[in-house]
């Protein structure tokens, strides 16, 4: 770690830190957070000529307390004038966000897509930002270790500069205390950062917030990650050549879409993925024998994470393949089938009650058209709609009965899903290729967040990354819940 100072225009920058292990476009981001001036107009003189973006650092000779100076331009700032009508980059740019109608992108600092896409599909949840905004000013608990606390810091950090910001932000600390936290994300090849599976980075990020919130003394739910993405799961395991018989009772954030030449659809591969044949000692039997585990949910979460398991470990080539067979997934996903008896048999009513309710309101509004109804299927509200406290955020309870969705109990979740984030792999090993996240806005618009380049998407497209070539194709899938307010 290098310490240099940066003379840009008639100002000085001291103490301008350089971590050489990192390539100099990341440098440039930090130039770019002091002076405005994107890295791409940056003209940086070194020894040698121009400083560029891959260049080697050990070759350019930089010393510590080295002065360097910097050209270019900063973006200018549109002052907004004194009469006449208000442009929108005449407004503040928080106001800019909320008229632009999404957040803004996140630089890619060398390999870091798998990061700034989870990092995107994890922001459009407002109950998690919610939670963190307190547990930033709770302080950290005796209970929580200094790394998971930093980096529970970090996520609200960062999510509070998307929120903020029209331009790409750089996502520098967040970055580095990931890797402090898990060394695995900071492993180079060849000088560089290496690629990394996307669904790691969720799995470990998710597990230190559930950490953090969890221990928040300010926290009104000590379980506030597990009532957003807990699913609790029941199990019976049975072995048919003996007869025995056991149950379990677990709690998962995530289920899985395992494929296969039978999977065409989500649903199919959610059903595979729920019941698996293990091999254990059988205390009947006096040896090993054959079990098969049957698993059902028995409590549903506000936010459903689907994995479909596209990798697989290749002996052959030492690497994660990849399986490029189409699998279809909806807009809307009803997990009924998926349920255990007791679960639906909570779910009959507030399921029935709102196909009730919804089916007057269709019914009024195709009178006013048509006198003919054109289908049965009926839209039903989100469970988010009866849950606001007024302020925009939403209060969170761990749900006693698998149903209940909300601290007063009283809007229920029907196991009916709408789609609202889709985090997507390009290439052929979870270790390389691309990742970006799709993302639903509060607006209905959808969003492609390719590193710092947000791009307007249709929601007809969005179904379309289900896979069958080497275009981008679904790997988690976040579906919102439905309720009834009973």
Same mark, same amino acid.
């Given at each position: 770690?290098?310490?240099?100072?940066?003379?840009?225009?008639?100002?000085?920058?001291? +103490?301008? &830190? =350089?971590?050489?292990?990192?390539?100099?476009?990341?440098?440039?981001?930090?130039?770019?957070?002091?002076?405005?001036?994107?890295?791409?107009?940056?003209?940086?003189?070194?020894?040698?000529?121009?400083?560029?973006?891959?260049?080697?650092?050990?070759?350019?000779?930089?010393?510590?307390?080295?002065?360097?100076?910097?050209?270019?331009?900063?973006?200018?700032?549109?002052?907004?004038?004194?009469?006449?009508?208000?442009?929108?980059?005449?407004?503040?740019?928080?106001?800019?966000?909320?008229?632009?109608?999404?957040?803004?992108?996140?630089?890619?600092?060398?390999?870091?897509?798998?990061?700034?896409?989870?990092?995107?599909?994890?922001?459009?949840?407002?109950?998690?930002?919610?939670?963190?905004?307190?547990?930033?000013?709770?302080?950290?608990?005796?209970?929580?270790?200094?790394?998971?606390?930093?980096?529970?810091?970090?996520?609200?950090?960062?999510?509070?500069?998307?929120?903020?910001?029209?331009?790409?932000?750089?996502?520098?600390?967040?970055?580095?205390?990931?890797?402090?936290?898990?060394?695995?994300?900071?492993?180079?090849? +060849?000088?560089?950062?290496?690629?990394?599976?996307?669904?790691?980075?969720?799995?470990?990020?998710?597990?230190?917030?559930?950490?953090?919130?969890?221990?928040?003394?300010?926290?009104?739910?000590?379980?506030?990650? !597990?009532?957003?993405?807990?699913?609790?799961?029941?199990?019976?395991?049975?072995?048919?050549?003996?007869?025995?018989?056991?149950?379990?009772?677990?709690?998962?954030?995530?289920?899985?879409?395992?494929?296969?030449?039978?999977?065409?659809?989500?649903?199919?591969?959610?059903?595979?993925?729920?019941?698996?044949?293990?091999?254990?000692?059988?205390?009947?039997?006096?040896?090993?024998? =054959?079990?098969?585990?049957?698993?059902?949910?028995?409590?549903?979460?506000?936010?459903?994470?689907?994995?479909?398991?596209?990798?697989?470990?290749?002996?052959?080539?030492?690497?994660?393949?990849?399986?490029?067979?189409?699998?279809?997934?909806?807009?809307?996903?009803?997990?009924?089938?998926?349920?255990?008896?007791?679960?639906?048999?909570?779910?009959?009513?507030?399921?029935?009650?709102?196909?009730? &309710? &919804?089916?007057?309101?269709?019914?009024?509004?195709?009178?006013?058209?048509?006198?003919?109804?054109?289908?049965?299927?009926?839209?039903?509200?989100?469970?988010?709609?009866?849950?606001?406290?007024?302020?925009?955020?939403?209060?969170?309870?761990?749900?006693?009965?698998?149903?209940?969705?909300?601290?007063?109990?009283?809007?229920?979740?029907?196991?009916?899903?709408?789609?609202?984030?889709?985090?997507?792999? !390009?290439?052929?090993?979870?270790?390389?290729?691309?990742?970006?996240?799709?993302?639903?806005?509060?607006?209905?618009?959808?969003?492609?967040?390719?590193?710092? +380049?947000?791009?307007?998407?249709?929601?007809?497209?969005?179904?379309?990354?289900?896979?069958?070539?080497?275009?981008?194709?679904?790997?988690?899938?976040?579906?919102?819940?439905?309720?009834?307010?009973?």
């Amino acid at each position: 770690m290098l310490t240099v100072s940066v003379k840009w225009q008639k100002e000085v920058f001291p +103490n301008v &830190e =350089i971590d050489t292990s990192q390539p100099p476009y990341v440098f440039k981001c930090q130039l770019y957070d002091l002076t405005g001036v994107p890295p791409e107009r940056q003209k940086i003189m070194v020894k040698g000529g121009l400083l560029k973006d891959d260049s080697d650092w050990k070759t350019l000779g930089v010393k510590q307390g080295q002065k360097l100076m910097m050209m270019g331009t900063a973006d200018e700032i549109v002052k907004a004038p004194e009469k006449g009508p208000v442009f929108m980059e005449d407004l503040p740019e928080e106001e800019q966000v909320v008229a632009l109608g999404h957040s803004a992108g996140l630089f890619n600092l060398g390999n870091t897509c798998y990061m700034n896409s989870t990092v995107q599909c994890l922001h459009s949840v407002p109950e998690l930002k919610s939670a963190l905004v307190k547990y930033s000013q709770s302080g950290r608990s005796n209970d929580v270790d200094q790394s998971s606390h930093m980096l529970t810091v970090a996520t609200s950090d960062l999510f509070n500069d998307l929120d903020k910001s029209v331009k790409p932000v750089a996502p520098m600390q967040f970055w580095m205390l990931l890797r402090k936290k898990y060394p695995q994300f900071g492993q180079l090849h +060849n000088g560089s950062f290496m690629q990394q599976d996307a669904e790691e980075c969720w799995t470990q990020l998710l597990y230190t917030l559930s950490q953090s919130l969890g221990s928040s003394t300010i926290s009104e739910n000590p379980d506030t990650v !597990k009532a957003l993405f807990g699913i609790d799961i029941v199990s019976r395991i049975h072995c048919q050549e003996s007869g025995e018989e056991s149950s379990e009772a677990e709690s998962i954030y995530s289920l899985k879409c395992h494929i296969s030449q039978e999977v065409n659809h989500l649903l199919e591969g959610l059903k595979h993925g729920l019941k698996s044949e293990l091999e254990k000692a059988s205390p009947s039997l006096g040896r090993s024998a =054959i079990y098969v585990k049957e698993s059902r949910i028995n409590g549903l979460p506000r936010y459903l994470t689907i994995q479909f398991v596209r990798f697989f470990w290749k002996r052959e080539s030492n690497q994660k393949a990849k399986i490029l067979r189409k699998v279809d997934y909806p807009l809307e996903l009803d997990i009924y089938d998926l349920c255990s008896d007791d679960l639906r048999k909570k779910l009959e009513a507030p399921r029935k009650k709102l196909r009730d &309710e &919804e089916g007057k309101k269709l019914g009024l509004k195709a009178s006013e058209k048509s006198s003919s109804s054109k289908d049965n299927d009926v839209k039903m509200m989100d469970a988010e709609g009866s849950t606001s406290n007024g302020s925009g955020e939403s209060s969170i309870a761990t749900s006693q009965d698998g149903v209940t969705a909300d601290a007063d109990k009283d809007t229920h979740l029907t196991g009916v899903y709408d789609l609202v984030a889709v985090l997507t792999h !390009k290439g052929r090993s979870a270790d390389s290729g691309h990742y970006v996240a799709w993302v639903k806005q509060e607006n209905g618009k959808w969003i492609e967040y390719d590193d710092d +380049n947000p791009i307007p998407q249709r929601e007809e497209d969005i179904t379309k990354l289900s896979g069958g070539g080497d275009w981008h194709m679904a790997y988690i899938c976040m579906y919102k819940a439905r309720g009834f307010s009973m």
